[in-house]
């Protein structure tokens, strides 16, 4: 039993669990999507295995960090960071039609880290720079912040996929276990702010350590201003809700933008731009 | 109303509004990202390189090419800073009034036109019903204020009040930092310093503009050690430095990437580091005289040839000169004379060119040596960004997990009969309102059960 045969058993659980979710949302079935919850569950725990194991292997082989530390290790977390939130915000809301978004970001995560020619699944020892304590706290924070906002752009696709079909409060078809639009809306916001605390916390876990590590807190480097791009769109979210007219579709549409941003600034910065975060590429 | 007021209250509402701080926030976004795709600190020679003539002018007149320090990008920062005040101030009436209506009068009438609102019959007598209410409500919601009313039981219960504050913990947050950078760009330098092992240096210079600082402190690099894993990948760069003030060694300590040194407010980093020639054992053989000296120089210092005048010094030094290996640069200073250099190669000391005027020249031996690269820092206004940091957590945090919400409870002796005492119950929250309405419905079905029948 090593880590890699544990995270490859993920990959493939997690697509199991999409197929539930997706199937049990298509065939207007309630067991399949709980079938489909369960699923999440058991997968992120082989998973938590997988990662405890990871970690426990780096120490065997004299390098002894966390597993958080290149694209590989960062795409494993992030599978598991958007199926925990995914997972507790289903046993919070007693929703269940909403795992289809999340479980397949967390099987294409898995899938990218594990079948990409360019990414190395290695263990590899830590470069100078990232160590230091703060590399935990840094990257826990952003990706659960990521994780977030992935669960919340999912909910805004379902949330203008509702809007689009005419004012029918109980539509039929593939629509007909997805939450009303109103609470949609309010799911939506309740992630985006779940993810805006800990983006922030990101950013400025990543600004403590850079000025302990080289003296600037800022250095409006590719990656930091993309996270900060990030944080203003999701800023701008939060403030128009209080304007008037301004809920519903467009903040949707803003969580959109939002969560392509986050994408940007996490896998654009690191093959478009470069700067401090090159070892994230490895 | 007069021109002028109605001018100035025309930009105080424009300032106000949260329309431009949702543009502000998007217009910051949109220029943040130009700065990340056009390469940042480029020079003038570059920029005509690398782009043509009308498009180097267009980044040259901007600014692109060091956005974040162009004057427009920073009177966005002020306008950010105006609206984010302006709509502060303006927002705190409101809030103060909101806070301040502790005891609002309650007539039966205005609970049903609340959002939340339930109306539940009881068999009980007014005052068990009174008892049971309040215990509910205490125990599950929060205390229950009872108000004064002479022929009913009535009372408000107000929790998470401060709550309503966090916006503003946010907002002076978010102040704070801006705050920060600027007394950190107007007070504070940012420069390196590259100083040989053995050697020592008070001058910084800085990564912005042509100048240097000089440290009211020497400081002195003891010794330079580098480490790689089996891989060859670097594991770890370590600078052995002491503070010199005052003519004394004030303090001695290792510094590694991660863990710098601070000392009168000055922060040390490791940086960098490189290779250089520390000191090498250099003959000189005067062809006019056949007589040889042999010298040990130190890199970087003058010394006299003996019984002569003439001063030699190494200058410069190339690990790999051409494919000729190393090689030293040394110049000979003579009196009256401009000082004239050759470069000396250490590997082929046959080479014609190993002389300077009547001196042949062999490097016997060299002895390598590291510099290393320090960041130096000055930010006076670190700890006003920090303590900006931490507010914004706690403001951000609080905001997500709270709410200030308000319940208002009636109970009457309606008409008299099997269920004679009627309850009204109403609600009212700042936000998540769906998670008010699953905490509203409990309380109900609570009340409900333990007052038992129920007509609506």
């Known amino acids: 039993m090593n880590s890699s045969l544990l995270l490859s058993i993920t990959t493939f659980a997690y697509l199991v669990c999409a197929i539930f979710y997706l199937s049990g949302v298509i065939f207007r079935h309630r067991p399949l999507l709980i079938a489909g919850g369960f699923a999440g569950l058991g997968t992120l725990l082989i998973q938590t295995a997988g990662i405890l194991l990871r970690w426990k292997e780096s120490y065997d082989l004299g390098y002894g960090h966390a597993p958080l530390s290149n694209l590989y290790e960062s795409l494993v977390f992030a599978a598991w960071a958007i199926m925990l939130i995914y997972l507790i915000f289903e046993y919070k809301t007693k929703q269940h039609a909403m795992g289809v978004f999340p479980s397949i970001f967390s099987f294409l995560a898995m899938a990218y880290a594990s079948f990409s020619t360019q990414i190395d699944s290695k263990i590899q020892p830590l470069v100078p720079a990232l160590k230091s304590n703060w590399l935990i706290a840094h990257v826990v924070a952003c990706f659960l912040g990521y994780a977030a906002f992935a669960v919340a752009a999912g909910v805004s696709v379902l949330y203008l996929a509702r809007k689009a079909s005419p004012a029918n409060p109980h539509p039929k078809g593939m629509l007909a276990l997805i939450p009303e639009s109103r609470q949609l809306d309010e799911f939506n916001y309740q992630l985006i702010l779940f993810g805006f605390l800990w983006l922030s916390l990101g950013i400025i876990t990543g600004s403590v350590w850079a000025n302990s590590a080289w003296g600037s807190y800022w250095s409006w480097d590719p990656k930091e201003t993309w996270s900060l791009i990030t944080w203003l769109i999701y800023a701008a979210l939060l403030h128009s809700r209080s304007v008037q007219g301004w809920r519903g579709r467009k903040v949707a549409w803003l969580s959109l933008v939002g969560f392509v941003c986050v994408l940007f600034t996490y896998f654009g910065v690191n093959f478009l731009l470069s700067g401090l975060h090159s070892y994230a590429t490895q | ?456």
């Open chain 2, 1 to 456: 109303m007069q021109q002028k007021s109605g001018l100035g209250q025309y930009l105080y509402q424009s300032f106000a509004s949260m329309k431009l701080s949702v543009f502000i926030f998007l217009t910051l976004a949109a220029c943040s990202l130009v700065g990340t795709l056009l390469p940042q600190g480029t020079t003038q020679h570059e920029l005509h390189t690398r782009y043509s003539p009308g498009v180097a002018r267009i980044i040259d007149t901007l600014g692109l090419n060091d956005l974040y320090h162009t004057t427009w990008f920073r009177l966005l920062l002020v306008l950010l800073t105006v609206n984010l005040v302006v709509c502060t101030l303006r927002r705190l009436p409101k809030t103060l009034r909101q806070l301040s209506q502790r005891d609002e009068s309650i007539t039966p009438d205005k609970l049903t036109k609340f959002a939340y609102h339930c109306e539940i019959r009881s068999p009980l007598p007014r005052d068990q019903v009174e008892a049971k209410v309040t215990s509910i409500i205490s125990h599950n919601f929060g205390t229950l204020r009872r108000s004064d009313h002479s022929e009913a039981f009535a009372g408000i219960v107000e929790v998470g009040r401060w709550s309503r504050w966090m916006v503003y913990v946010v907002h002076l947050s978010v102040l704070l930092v801006l705050v920060g950078a600027l007394i950190g760009s107007l007070l504070g330098f940012r420069g390196y310093m590259n100083i040989v092992e053995g050697g020592a240096s008070r001058d910084v210079r800085l990564y912005r503009g042509n100048n240097t600082v000089t440290l009211p402190f020497e400081v002195r690099c003891n010794s330079f050690q580098v480490s790689f894993y089996d891989t060859g990948a670097p594991k770890e760069y370590r600078s052995d430095l002491t503070i010199v003030d005052d003519g004394k060694d004030a303090l001695t300590r290792s510094i590694i990437v991660n863990d710098p040194l601070s000392y009168a407010g000055v922060t040390l980093y490791q940086s960098s580091y490189g290779a250089v020639l520390k000191r090498a054992q250099v003959e000189f053989r005067n062809t006019d005289t056949g007589k040889s000296s042999t010298l040990t120089l130190q890199f970087g210092e003058a010394a006299v040839i003996p019984d002569t005048t003439d001063r030699v010094q190494m200058v410069d030094y190339q690990k790999n000169m051409g494919q000729f290996g190393p090689a030293v640069g040394i110049a000979l200073v003579r009196e009256g004379e401009q000082p004239k250099g050759s470069w000396i190669l250490v590997n082929l000391p046959q080479f014609h060119g190993n002389k300077i005027q009547n001196y042949q020249i062999q490097v016997l031996k060299t002895e390598d040596g590291y510099y290393t690269g320090l960041q130096v820092k000055k930010d006076p206004g670190v700890w006003v960004v920090y303590t900006g940091f931490m507010a914004m957590l706690v403001g951000i945090g609080m905001t997500f997990y709270t709410s200030h919400r308000k319940l208002w409870v009636w109970a009457d002796t309606a008409n008299p009969g099997k269920n004679s005492t009627r309850i009204l119950m109403a609600g009212k929250t700042s936000k998540n309102p769906v998670a008010f309405e699953r905490e509203f419905n409990e309380l109900r079905e609570r009340l409900e059960n333990d007052l038992k029948s129920r007509v609506t």
